[in-house]
């Protein structure tokens, strides 16, 4: 057996065995099995430049793919300077190859090329091979849930009466003005521009956010550039999306929220007018930042986390409630590990690492 490690491009293989391999090994169907959302996730991005840079381990002898993991190469903030950064996702390795030591040999090859890296939902197996690799692990990403019709949150997930309680007090106060304008690629920049300079955060420069959210191949997204007022410096970039595949829910899902930290607070009370206004049931929006989530929380959002009175899934193909309702995250630097722990800075959200994945028609029930 004579297993190569190295990249699809590096080693010239078709992008179309990976797909397949994701086919014969993943559990359930994905969209990676799709060769059109295949290429947008892993070739399109702006660092992927029409390249496979997903990591195989390649058996020559039988000339079939061994393992793989799913990787888009992604420039990331750290401390100011801008370094190589990865979004890891969707890492399997074929069951007759496991237990061979491959896994950490991919892992190590990914470390040896970037200097920053994440990736979301860790399995019970892939965990102590991240960790033996200098990973940190977080066991629950922050997730914060607004309630705009707590009948309909009721009926899908577990409301206590304490809740109905806390209704009133938590609804949106309305008490703080703001402008909202479409995201314009020049106001994008200006912003993520000064985001850079006070968040560890993966590029979300106007190439990105084109790539992320415009040419999104499935989903719809909405790009906002909120301010305090008209003419004001100080701008936050928000992008939503509606969950239009749950029948009787009406919930939308906060990408990003990121900016300014003096528009913040006119950002989530733009979320809260939007969302009244398109009669939305639920909002929900994952980070890490602890600057960002300060906002939400004191505005009246639950945390899946801590407000244990109240439950609410985010797996809905099908929907599934787990406590906590939330996922996972390992995390890297090669050069300045201390840095990527500061959660007060370290900026990830439901955009990265793309945890925001369509679910393919034929496994939703």
């Not at 969209?31 to 997903?54: E, K, V």
């Not at 309305?174 to 200006?190: K, L, N, Q, S, T």
């Not at 305090?228 to 929220?257: N, P, Q, T, W």
Request: net charge negative; proline share 5%.
């Amino acid at each position: 057996m004579t297993l190569s490690v190295s990249t699809v491009a590096e080693l010239g293989i078709d992008s179309r065995l990976v797909c397949d391999f994701y086919r014969d090994n993943w559990a359930r169907r994905i969209c990676l099995q799709d060769m059109d959302f295949y290429r947008w996730q892993f070739m399109s991005s702006p660092a992927g430049a029409g390249r496979d840079h997903c990591v195989v381990a390649y058996d020559s002898d039988l000339g079939r793919v061994a393992g793989v993991m799913g990787l888009d190469p992604r420039p990331f903030h750290l401390a100011g300077r801008l370094v190589a950064g990865a979004e890891l996702t969707t890492w399997v390795v074929a069951e007759s190859y496991r237990k061979t030591g491959i896994g950490g040999v991919m892992l190590s090859y990914i470390q040896d090329h970037y200097d920053a890296l994440i990736g979301m939902g860790i399995s019970q197996a892939a965990l102590p091979v991240y960790l033996r690799s200098g990973f940190r692990f977080l066991a629950s990403i922050p997730r914060y849930i607004r309630v705009y019709n707590l009948d309909v949150a009721a009926r899908f997930g577990q409301v206590d009466p304490l809740v109905r309680k806390l209704e009133r007090a938590r609804r949106p106060s309305g008490d703080e003005a703001f402008v909202a304008d479409p995201a314009d690629p020049a106001g994008i920049d200006a912003v993520f521009e000064r985001v850079a300079r006070d968040f560890n955060v993966f590029a979300r420069d106007r190439a990105h956010v084109r790539w992320r959210y415009d040419d999104h191949p499935v989903f719809d997204y909405r790009t906002f550039l909120v301010r305090r007022k008209a003419g004001d410096g100080a701008a936050v970039f928000v992008a939503l999306r509606l969950e239009s595949a749950v029948e009787g829910l009406r919930m939308m899902h906060v990408l990003d929220c990121i900016g300014d930290e003096a528009a913040l607070p006119a950002a989530f009370a733009f979320i809260d007018d939007l969302c009244l206004a398109e009669k939305i049931d639920i909002a929900d929006f994952f980070c890490t930042a602890a600057r960002v989530n300060k906002y939400p929380l004191g505005r009246g959002w639950f945390s899946t986390l801590d407000d244990r009175h109240f439950k609410f899934p985010h797996l809905f193909h099908p929907i599934e409630l787990r406590d906590p309702a939330t996922t996972s995250l390992v995390y890297w630097s090669k050069a300045d590990l201390v840095e990527m722990c500061d959660f007060s800075r370290l900026y990830i959200t439901k955009q990265d690492a793309d945890l925001d994945r369509p679910v393919p028609e034929e496994t939703r029930t």
